[in-house]
């Protein structure tokens, strides 16, 4: 680990140090397993990962293996760094010799920084020329599902929901190693493990045109297509009565429980919603005796729902009253993000006084109906009004609103409509009597660009080139003349970067390793994303743009991610 | 109207890898710990209701402490241990001592008027006759940073003791809300003198004792010189 001294030349030393409340503390020498779960993110942004937080209390439940983390370091600590291999908070070790690498893949933005850790690790970045004595490095989450893109650089993914069959694998590792077998008899025994792909398996051939011609299983054991790994009861499954409590602040604070998985809308460019199904609900009982272990062990002062889409939850009433009473005995707060706007909705709010604390965000993703009907997002014009009215009079008065432009089918009057909602919302809150308005509103509208994504009705589609999505954000900016509402909207080259690399094959991976070794990391970060970088890696390793976000795919074309079957199945 | 409390003062320690922790975030920890360990604690009244405690000195991210104060104040008539909350501190803290205090005992954050140093650097073992000279000199001028300007600064009046002991070098400095000296000030000053070049983060600070009078005379444990024993006044 690194020096006290250098530890003291940073801004936030708090991030490297470990010693949390609940750390798991294991001799090394007494396990078979050393884990690192690797977190390609900074401190605050992994630590508010409830997967993780499953995670280091599912591996760390099996008394062979001792899972440590390890996140991205910032520019600051990269800077003093020098020689010093990436270490684990719990023991200081460096990882090089763990056992296991595991990455959460959380967005296409966070590849850069997987490169930068095996590097930091000590560890050559290609597969192929890690050795026997090197960690086998996996990885998963949700950009897990089209893992062409880094397949050069891992040994194997998991795909799907990670308390699954995560146990199958280790006990297979544990037995390998016991009888001495090498990396690739263990790979070969994973290999039709649910939810597990092992690339170096498999070899994509090419027509002329760039597009894939075959894929070929080129190791017998390779099963022809990967299913992924599906937990069936999240009663039943592991859930950790513990959580990490950072000693430093980071972005979410708090309990989170999670109600149910997967999402019954179908938005149609809703990679979460297309590829979590079917949906699995959690019984109000457990998430109530969950919560309560949770709040006991950890000390929050908040807890906060979160699923896909909250007040679907089938028994959300009941069960919010019955949370109720846990959390006013105890002081604690109870947060609700991604709700509907709707009556239900505005009434939880209303009961968990979580209106005189913050913004009500939400989602109304396009600006005409026409356009909410072609992507399913099933919300009215009408519904959006009565819903602000409702959150008006319950009083509110900051707003949230999130769009997206370059949906399928998007014409200028779709943009146009974005300003006219927005407009119409501020007007709505003007109408309530004078004394009702305690402040002038803050609408917050928000403009992301449309990324197609794997899995969703919409991954044929082709993706607005830079130019145009910043066309687009003028014509929405200029039609917004109150100054109650600020228009923001998301940088239109990092929505080309995510595009590529979420519908990339493996050619894509020499894109990523070229970006990389010119300084692109921390992708996620508009301070620190560099286009001009990828610019230059696109051309040297011939990934285009236009092939990978900008084409329009024939329904017939073989997809990079064709082989892999995300949906509900049968055993 | 005034309520009552069950107040306490708790002297700990902040050591190792909680140097590495700010203000703040200790602040939060204890509001932690103490929710685990199921303290009766007092909440202050309104809409967002806290934790009533309070640090007599807050310590700058970077040095350790053996003697830290913290004030807290409980709900009347609910028998707790205070020493239970060593067990929901993370490594690095710990509780050392637990004192009741009175109502009508003055805040610590106003009492504190010195704290003593304990400073480590490589060349300390030469130090001696430069901090003879300073504590001989009538004005010691040092440019004291504010966030707007910087300006000259006479701190020879937040002095009240300094010398060389075998391991480390011993400053008793103003601390507290009306004067504050920050140690890293008059290390940089003595380096200087000495001429020295060691970068801060390879100056190691930990403070001992907090005072509450600004003496200039030895003290021994019994001589209510010391912070803990306001209780007295
Ligand atoms: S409601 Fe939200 S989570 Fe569900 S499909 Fe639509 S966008 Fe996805």
């Known amino acids: 680990m690194i020096s006290e001294s250098k530890l003291l030349q940073i801004s936030k030393p708090g991030r490297y140090i470990g010693n949390e409340i609940n750390i798991v503390q294991k001799n090394p020498s007494t396990v078979d397993i050393r884990f690192a779960y690797c977190f390609p993110d900074v401190y605050e942004i992994g630590m508010s990962n409830l997967g993780l937080q499953i995670m280091y209390f599912l591996l760390n439940q099996r008394e062979d293996t001792f899972c440590e983390r390890v996140f991205m370091p910032w520019t600051d600590m990269l800077e003093i760094m020098e020689d010093t291999p990436l270490w684990a908070l719990e023991t200081g070790d460096s990882i090089r010799n763990f056992s296991f690498l595991g990455f959460t893949l959380q967005h296409e933005l966070s590849f850069t920084n997987v490169l930068a850790m095996l590097n930091l690790a000590g560890l050559p970045l290609y597969s192929k020329q890690r050795t026997e004595d090197m960690p086998i490095v996996c990885a998963g989450g949700p950009c897990a599902c089209n893992p062409e893109p880094m397949a050069d650089f891992i040994d194997f993914f998991y795909i799907g929901d990670g308390e699954a069959t995560i146990n199958i694998i280790l006990d297979i590792y544990r037995e390998n190693k016991a009888n001495s077998g090498s990396k690739l008899e263990f790979l070969e025994k994973i290999a039709n493990v649910k939810g597990v792909y092992v690339p170096i398996f498999y070899e994509p051939n090419y027509h002329s045109d760039g597009t894939i011609s075959q894929f070929v299983q080129t190791n017998p054991v390779a099963p022809k297509t990967v299913q992924r790994a599906l937990v069936k009861s999240l009663d039943d499954t592991f859930f950790p009565t513990k959580m990490l409590v950072p000693l430093i602040d980071t972005a979410h604070n708090r309990v989170s429980l999670e109600l149910f998985r997967g999402c019954k809308r179908g938005c149609k460019f809703c990679q979460a919603g297309c590829i979590q199904r079917p949906i699995r609900n959690r019984k109000p009982e457990t998430l109530l005796s969950q919560a309560k272990a949770l709040l006991e062990s950890t000390g929050h002062e908040e807890i906060s729902l979160v699923s896909l889409s909250t007040s679907d939850y089938p028994y959300f009433v009941p069960f919010l009253d019955e949370l109720l009473k846990i959390t006013t005995e105890r002081k604690v707060n109870i947060s609700l993000p991604s709700l509907r706007l709707d009556a239900v909705s505005i009434d939880a709010l209303r009961k968990t006084q979580e209106i005189r604390r913050s913004s009500l965000t939400f989602a109304p993703e396009a600006g005409t109906q026409r356009l909410r009907d072609v992507v399913n997002k099933d919300i009215t014009t009408a519904d959006i009004s009565e819903g602000c009215r409702a959150a008006f009079a319950a009083g509110y008065d900051r707003i949230k609103l999130y769009f997206m432009s370059g949906l399928p089918t998007e014409t200028d009057e779709d943009l146009l409509g974005i300003a006219t909602l927005s407009q119409e919302i501020c007007d709505e809150y003007y109408l309530l009597p004078r004394e009702q308005r305690k402040r002038p509103l803050a609408l917050n509208v928000s403009c992301s660009c449309f990324v197609p994504k794997p899995f969703t009705p919409f991954q044929w589609e082709s993706q607005d080139t830079a130019e145009t999505f910043l066309q687009k954000q003028r014509l929405v900016k200029s039609n917004i003349k109150n100054k109650r509402i600020s228009y923001r909207y998301h940088d239109a080259y990092t929505a080309v970067v995510e595009g590529v690399l979420s519908r990339g094959d493996r050619r894509v991976s020499a894109a990523i390793e070229a970006a990389y070794k010119k300084g692109a990391m921390f992708d996620s970060w508009t301070e620190l994303f560099r286009y001009d970088l990828w610019e230059q890696a696109f051309a040297e390793t011939g990934v285009s743009p236009d092939f990978y976000a900008h084409r329009k795919r024939n329904a017939d074309e073989i997809l990079p991610w064709h082989f892999i079957k995300v949906g509900a199945y049968n055993e | ?233």
């Open chain 2, 1 to 233: 109207m005034n309520r009552e409390y069950d107040r306490r003062l708790i002297k700990f320690e902040k050591v190792d890898k909680m140097r590495f922790i700010g203000h703040l975030d200790l602040l939060r920890i204890f509001q932690g710990a103490i929710r685990r360990a199921n303290l009766p604690i007092a909440y202050s009244s309104g809409f967002n209701p806290h934790q009533k405690m309070a640090f007599a000195l807050p310590l700058p991210l970077g040095m350790q402490s053996t003697c830290e104060y913290l004030e807290l104040f409980f709900e009347k008539n609910i028998p707790f241990n205070l020493f239970d909350l060593n067990d929901f501190l993370p490594s690095g803290l710990r509780i050392l001592e637990c004192y009741e205090i009175s109502q009508k005992t003055p805040n610590p954050s106003g009492a504190v008027k010195a704290a003593e140093y304990n400073v480590i650097f490589d060349g300390m073992q030469n130090s001696a006759p430069y901090l003879q000279e300073i504590l001989d000199s009538s004005q010691i001028i040092v440019l004291k940073k504010t966030k707007k300007s910087t300006k000259e600064t006479d701190i020879r009046p937040d002095i009240f003791m300094l010398k060389y002991i075998e391991t480390s070098l011993y400053m008793r400095i103003s601390a507290g809300s009306s004067r504050n000296l920050n140690p890293m000030i008059l290390a940089n000053y003595i380096l200087a003198k000495m001429g020295l070049t060691i970068f801060e983060h390879e100056i190691s600070i930990t403070r001992g004792n907090l005072f509450t009078t600004a003496t200039t005379s030895e003290y021994s444990v019994d001589n209510s010189l010391l912070l803990w024993q306001i209780k007295d006044f």
